[in-house]
């Protein structure tokens, strides 16, 4: 592992928490036909992250594959005991596919931790996690940060097929209220899951919402949150160049006080308030 | 003892590499030691609050990227209260970089930024002149002057100007700003390009069209400000896809005085202190005591070595 020239720097008691680091990669594997585990050998000033920060990836040239910019990738999974960090992530195009050619002992060099990620606060004792597809990479650390503060927590995880819904295990294991629904068996459908919130509040109540990477479940939770009043937060996607808050690529709009303001998703996110969040 | 200053009109500049306007910001304190570079400047300050172009506001192609980012900006009071006051903890000159859609606003904010803490203004003419149907001032020797002439009214600070790439005209723009006032020459700012996405036949940025920058556009880029440095006394800083120090040498050969870098940074946040430090193993690799040696030692004299190469070759 080689740490690269940036070094903290007490200097101007600026916050140097942002770490370029060329890690090891420990395994890089399938989980099923489009999804991929990448395990990193990581330093603890790496692992000083949350859970929503996100990291940016500097995908490996290839011969197919000739990918420019970082990749931006949420953190699965940070684990300081045992230095390693995981991403879980879907190959999509050229930067991603040239990830998944990495194997074990392969160097990636990663940015970050980087954003703002999401807020457990103290009297939010029943947690709900509501993810689709990928969107569960993004939440799964939630999952661990809930036991460590020994919230209640309960996932509605939501795929197309059975085949598709990750992590189901992992959740299970930290004590979590696994609820999942998938297209196949024709329970994810967005009545259904209003019924399943609905039934989950009146029996013991919801203090806080999250989500991520589901337009329909966006709406559906701001439906809910504004008839009960009950707070939530979203993490968000845009396409990126610099990931640290310089080039304002990354902007989306949210509406806020009465208007529509807008914010940068590497910056003031990729978490944001559940109400302000407009979809696309 | 190596020397890496530069000198850009009256100001020395203790090296010559510093970030292009809009791909840089207070954040990248949080990455390295911003006291490090040669100067800072700012992304481009409006005189209104504005929010930019829709998105997607970037794109990659092949080795670089497209951005149609627009000028988002805070409006110049609020840059006046948090990012003035910012840069003044590092001796490094502070450059602010302006633009306006048109010859008066362009003066009057020039104006309102002239103040203590700001060492240079960077006139960013490559944004659309609503007195000429949107044209940029910099496409035109004409409109660059007419607009110059009241900038350089407006402030005693340095002026750089910063020119554009979408133009024919490169050196008659560059001699009409450097006879109309500015103290350097930005050469330059992104080339107008676009890219098409063939599955949904939509054009990949959400305003059709955008800059190319990165390294795909550094041989145009390298072209322009050669140019420039031929045909103006006043000192010009190359900037267009350096990220390398082989790049900056580059530059520097070609006649410029320092350089900015832009897009490499959002590949490796730190890469102009690694050119800082690289440059100077070069200078002593070379047997050269100061970057001045180096600014626009270009050999391009017409020689006829055409056959005198081929002789020699076994
Ligand atoms: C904060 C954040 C966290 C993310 N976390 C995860 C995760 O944990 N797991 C995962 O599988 N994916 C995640 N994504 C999406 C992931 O970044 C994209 O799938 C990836 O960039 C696609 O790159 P590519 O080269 O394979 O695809 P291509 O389609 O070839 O990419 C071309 C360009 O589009 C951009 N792009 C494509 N899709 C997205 C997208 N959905 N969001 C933003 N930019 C995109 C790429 O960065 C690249 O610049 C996250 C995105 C963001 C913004
Ligand atoms: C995301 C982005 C934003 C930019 N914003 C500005 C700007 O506000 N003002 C300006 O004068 N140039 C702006 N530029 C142009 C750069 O300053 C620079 O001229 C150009 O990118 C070429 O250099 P590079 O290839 O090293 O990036 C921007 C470029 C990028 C990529
Ligand atoms: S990606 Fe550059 S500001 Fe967010």
Redesign the pocket.
């Known amino acids: 592992m080689n740490i690269s020239a940036l070094q903290t720097h007490p200097k101007f008691g600026q916050p140097h928490s942002i770490h370029e680091v060329e890690c090891a990669i420990k395994s890089n594997q399938p989980v099923n036909d489009e999804y991929r585990l990448l395990i990193l050998d990581a330093p603890s000033e790496l692992l000083d992250c949350e859970p929503g920060q996100f990291f940016h990836l500097l995908c490996p040239l290839t011969r197919n594959q000739q990918p420019y910019l970082r990749r931006p990738m949420s953190i699965y999974g940070y684990y300081p005991d045992k230095g390693e960090l995981h991403f879980l992530y879907k190959v999509a195009g050229e930067g991603t596919a040239a990830i998944g050619t990495l194997g074990t002992g392969d160097k990636l060099n990663v940015l970050g931790p980087l954003g703002r990620g999401f807020d457990i606060l103290p009297d939010w004792r029943n947690l709900l996690l509501v993810a689709r597809g990928v969107g569960l990479a993004t939440l799964a650390p939630l999952a661990l940060e809930a036991r460590r503060l020994d919230r209640k927590l309960t996932a509605i995880c939501s795929a197309r097929s059975e085949h598709f819904l990750l992590s189901l295990d992992y959740f299970r294991n930290l004590g979590v209220n696994v609820i999942p629904l998938t297209d196949e068996t024709a329970t994810s459908d967005i009545n259904n899951m209003r019924a399943i919130i609905e039934k989950l509040l009146a029996e013991d109540g919801i203090d806080a919402m999250y989500t991520c990477g589901s337009n329909r479940i966006l709406k559906l939770l701001q439906s809910i949150g504004k008839a009960h009043d009950i707070p939530g937060q979203i993490a968000l996607e845009?396409q990126?160049?610099?990931?640290?808050?310089?080039?304002?690529?990354?902007?989306r709009a949210f509406r806020r006080d009465g208007d529509v303001v807008n914010e940068?998703?590497?910056?003031e996110g990729p978490v944001f308030d559940l109400q302000e969040a407009i979809g696309c | 003892m190596l020397d890496l200053t530069t000198q850009i009109g009256s100001l020395t500049l203790k090296n010559p590499i510093m970030p292009a306007s809009g791909t840089f910001s207070e954040d990248l304190a949080q990455v390295f030691d911003l006291g490090a570079l040669g100067a800072h400047v700012t992304k481009t300050v409006t005189r209104e609050k504005r929010s930019g172009n829709p998105t997607p506001r970037v794109c990659e192609v092949r080795g670089s990227m497209l951005n149609s980012i627009g000028i988002p900006s805070k409006g110049i009071e609020a840059f006046k209260a948090a990012v003035i006051p910012f840069y003044a903890r590092y001796d490094a000159p502070l450059v602010v970089s302006i633009s306006a859609g048109s010859t008066d606003e362009f003066a009057t904010l020039c104006e309102e930024v002239s103040v203590p803490g700001v060492a240079a203004v960077e006139v960013n003419i490559s944004c659309p002149n609503i007195e000429e149907d949107g044209k940029a001032f910099a496409m035109r020797p004409s409109t660059t002057e007419a607009v110059m002439r009241k900038l350089r009214d407006a402030t005693d600070l340095p002026l750089w100007a910063k020119l554009t790439p979408n133009t024919g005209e490169t050196t008659e723009v560059a001699k009409a700003a450097a006879e109309t006032g500015a103290d350097a020459l930005v050469v330059s700012n992104t080339l107008l390009a676009m890219a098409i996405d063939i599955k949904t036949r939509r054009p990949k940025l959400g305003n059709l069209m955008g800059g190319l920058s990165g390294p795909a556009f550094k041989p145009i880029a390298l072209r322009m400000a050669y140019q420039c440095a031929k045909s103006v006394e006043i000192p010009v800083i190359g900037c267009g896809g350096i990220s390398s120090v082989e790049d900056v040498i580059e530059y520097l050969i070609a006649g410029c005085a320092a350089v900015q870098v832009g897009t490499a940074t959002?590949i490796e946040p730190a890469i102009m202190v690694r050119m800082i430090d690289e440059l100077n193993t070069y200078l002593q690799s070379q047997g050269l005591s100061s970057v001045a040696e180096l600014v626009g030692s270009i050999e391009d004299e017409q020689a006829s070595d055409g056959l005198i190469f081929m002789e020699a070759a076994p």
């Open positions: 845009q990126m160049a610099c990931g640290i808050g310089m080039c304002q690529c990354c902007v940068r998703v590497c910056k | 959002f």
